[in-house]
């Protein structure tokens, strides 16, 4: 029977408090029963307003406000920054870590090795004082190296309770035309999970991320046939990336394309949707984006491929307001992760019976 799990990761605290602050105080214990499916619910800043006493992560992104990487190369740095993480965690009864490194690793350096050993001691050490706990780590949509982040991919499976792919921002090193393409093109998406499989990694360890916003590029130049040229803004080695767009959320998104000059477009080749407009200045702006009809196959292929599960980034960068169009859009997008329509209903029957979100 297929069980369902929404985990919750927060770049803040969800509960900031020594004491139960659920209206159920066993809401506040650790979760000890595995699940064989899960919903990875990611969150951000707005999780400090409302108290989720479901599956609580601590979420930490080195080298982004946390330590670089280099720190962590010595084992008494490594430890104290595990003990203070479970400390943390203990206190303000969370379920799990999740591990965000985006940094550039060269193979076979000092800090590939410690990243390693960084997930491994981790995962024993909140198994160890947190049992039913979980450590998950953040992975790029393939593991070929993606803007040099060569890590120990096989190893650090091994060591944590699942891997999140990343499968987005996927135009982060563009080495072809330095064009607008799209955020997560579907074939480009599902080859890597072969490439993570291939390497012999549990499918059961393995959740992937879709991307719930997209990308707003600049057009230096608009073909006739609709192809735009992005600026040339190197990456990590590589001379265009994506960088020379502006990340928009989904629910921008739904409104720009209302009033652009194209309305929603579609590419097969991609699949994915994409819109133009104008700005106040007459610069014309290609934007990619993921919606349901994008979603939806990368979601079969979790059933498919039997993955742990799916997520996303992140949950509040929807429209949540009473407005009916926008409620319509929201309940779709959150449909779209349970895959395509003859799927829906059986996932929405065992979601029903199996989330409570307090």
Not at 95 to 110: C, F, L, M, T
Not at 288 to 310: E, F, N
Request: aromatic share 10%; proline share 5%; charged share 25%.
């Amino acid at each position: 029977m297929l069980r369902f799990l929404v985990v919750l990761c927060s770049l803040l605290t969800a509960c900031r408090s020594s004491v139960c602050p659920c209206e159920r105080p066993e809401l506040c214990q650790q979760i000890r029963e595995e699940k064989d499916f899960e919903v990875n619910l990611v969150d951000q800043p707005v999780a400090a307003k409302t108290c989720f006493c479901t599956f609580v992560y601590l979420f930490v992104s080195l080298g982004k406000g946390d330590v670089p990487l280099s720190y962590l190369v010595d084992q008494d740095n490594r430890t104290a920054w595990i003990t203070d993480k479970v400390t943390l965690a203990k206190s303000q009864f969370m379920d799990g870590i999740n591990i965000d490194i985006e940094q550039a690793v060269e193979e076979g350096s000092p800090e590939y090795y410690a990243l390693t050993s960084l997930v491994k001691e981790t995962t024993e050490m909140f198994h160890r004082e947190i049992p039913g706990s979980q450590v998950s780590f953040d992975v790029a949509w393939s593991p070929k190296c993606i803007d040099k982040r060569c890590y120990d991919y096989v190893t650090i499976a091994e060591s944590c309770d699942l891997l999140f792919v990343m499968s987005y921002d996927e135009q982060s090193q563009i080495t072809g035309d330095c064009i607008a393409m799209a955020n997560a093109p579907l074939r480009q998406t599902l080859d890597a999970y072969d490439q993570y499989l291939n390497l012999k990694i549990s499918p059961k360890k393995i959740v992937m991320g879709v991307p719930w916003y997209g990308y707003d590029y600049p057009c230096l130049n608009f073909s006739q046939e609709g192809v735009c040229s992005i600026e040339k803004v190197p990456f990590r080695g590589v001379p265009c990336s994506d960088a020379a767009g502006k990340q928009k959320p989904y629910k921008w998104l739904m409104k720009q394309v209302n009033s652009s000059m194209s309305g929603r477009l579609w590419d097969d080749e991609q699949q994915a949707p994409y819109f133009n407009y104008k700005d106040q200045d007459g610069q014309i702006h290609q934007v990619w984006y993921d919606d349901p009809q994008s979603i939806c196959p990368k979601a079969d292929s979790v059933m498919s491929k039997d993955l742990r599960g799916i997520g996303m980034w992140n949950a509040n960068i929807l429209d949540y307001s009473d407005d009916p169009v926008a409620r319509q859009q929201t309940t779709m997008m959150w449909n779209a992760l349970l895959g395509s329509p003859s799927a829906t209903e059986e996932f929405e029957s065992k979601l029903k019976q199996n989330i409570i979100l307090h």
